[in-house]
């Protein structure tokens, strides 16, 4: 790594290895030096060897892609979205959260306001480089880039994010977000898989609708309108970028690359700020959270709330700032809180 990835995976490790002891599991961590400084120093990015031991563990905790030195793309692609696909991480589950109105960019928005998760399709859409260049180079130069959407990779999205609306129960409340006005092969095969699965499946799940479009707009109008919703990989994209800046920006927003029946990999949203490298400024706790999502997925559902109650605890209480820089502490300070506090 490097960028602020080993820095803010280090703070990571630090408060789980403080959860494990007081909650009495056992955490086996195997460290990987996958990231920029390799593969400037090697050209390697994610060698198929360490892809394939990769396969045996159950968890990953990936600090952030990114590095001052490295053309933006080598490695977001590299390692990022090849351990999405190869690992068949098909859901990327992003909850957008607010733990403090002070963080909130929204006039009159609350922590009651803002708490919906997104589940992000992971494996289709416009990511799997499907599309091409004819007379490339000409003024007749066509580039293609296609949205790929199977029933089969569409409708596990869908049915992992109505039982996750169902075990989550707040509103019992899904929202597909499309485009299905526009898009009308791609987002009408996601709303005839959204309806037939919902009904014969979960007739417990309300079933709602938003265009993409209006989606950002309730984010900003009305984000308590949401509960899970469920969308396509680049609109996924698109939407919890925002969805992180009304919880409170980057620093705190956390994701899981998920596969149910194989290995997930937990990591910040955001990228890794290249320019703050090594200046003890970047802001930890997306990572940490990245950790306590880790727990909770593993099933060490105490200890990930104990983490999450306590970094809410220590945003309301301590943290000035989530932005980097501006937090009132450096980067280990903000780790050592939580952990001490923890
Ligand atoms: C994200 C990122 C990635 C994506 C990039 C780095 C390829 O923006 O995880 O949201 O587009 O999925
Ligand atoms: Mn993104």
Same mark, same amino acid.
């Given at each position: 790594?490097?960028?602020? =990835? ?5 703070? $990571? ?22 990231? !920029?400084?390799?593969?400037? %120093? ?9 892809? $394939?031991?990769? %396969? ?6 990936? !600090? ?13 692609? !590299? ?22 109105? &002070? ?18 399709? +992971? +494996? ?12 490339? =180079? ?13 029933? &089969? @990779?569409?409708?596990?999205?869908? %049915? ?15 929202? *597909? ?15 005839? $898989? ?38 396509? +990989?680049?609109? !996924? ?18 994701? @899981?690359?998920? +596969? ?9 949203? @955001? ?44 945003? %309301? ?7 980097? =820089? ?10 050592? *809180? ?5």
């Amino acid at each position: 790594m490097a960028g602020t =990835g080993p820095e803010v995976t280090r703070e $990571a490790v630090k408060v789980l290895e403080v959860a494990s002891q007081k909650f009495g599991f056992k955490l086996n961590f195997t460290n990987y030096d996958i990231g !920029g400084d390799r593969y400037l %120093r090697t050209g390697e990015i994610l060698p198929d060897s360490v892809l $394939a031991e990769l %396969r045996q563990f159950p968890v990953i905790l990936l !600090g952030a892609i990114g590095h001052p030195d490295v053309k933006p793309g080598i490695l977001e692609k !590299g390692i990022l979205l090849r351990a999405r696909f190869e690992l068949e991480q098909y859901i990327n589950l992003r909850p957008v959260k607010l733990y403090d109105e &002070r963080f909130c960019p929204l006039k009159d928005k609350k922590p009651e306001h803002i708490d919906f998760v997104v589940v992000r399709e +992971n +494996n289709e859409g416009l990511y799997t480089g499907a599309g091409g260049f004819v007379f490339k =180079g000409t003024p007749h130069e066509v580039a293609l880039q296609e949205s790929v959407n199977t029933r &089969r @990779g569409v409708e596990r999205c869908l %049915r992992y994010a109505f039982e996750y609306t169902r075990k989550r129960n707040k509103d019992k409340k899904l929202t *597909l977000s499309g485009k299905t006005n526009v898009l009308t092969y791609a987002f009408d095969l996601w709303e005839r $898989a959204f309806h037939e699965v919902g009904a014969k499946d979960f007739p417990d799940i309300k079933r709602d609708y938003a265009h993409v479009d209006a989606t950002t707009m309730w984010f900003v109008k009305n984000p308590e309108w949401f509960d899970v919703i469920v969308t396509d +990989n680049m609109f !996924g994209d698109i939407i919890t970028d925002l969805g992180a800046m009304i919880q409170g920006g980057m620093g705190i927003a956390a994701g @899981g690359n998920i +596969n149910p029946q194989g290995t997930s990999m937990f990591e910040p949203i @955001g990228g890794s700020a290249p320019k703050y490298t090594n200046q003890g400024v970047i802001n930890p706790l997306a990572a940490i959270c990245a950790g306590q999502m880790l727990l909770d997925f593993v099933g060490e559902t105490q200890a990930a709330k104990a983490i999450e109650t306590t970094v809410i605890r220590t945003v %309301r209480e301590q943290i000035k700032s989530l932005a980097a =820089g501006k937090m009132g502490y450096t980067t280990s300070q903000v780790g050592d *809180l939580i952990a001490g506090a923890l």
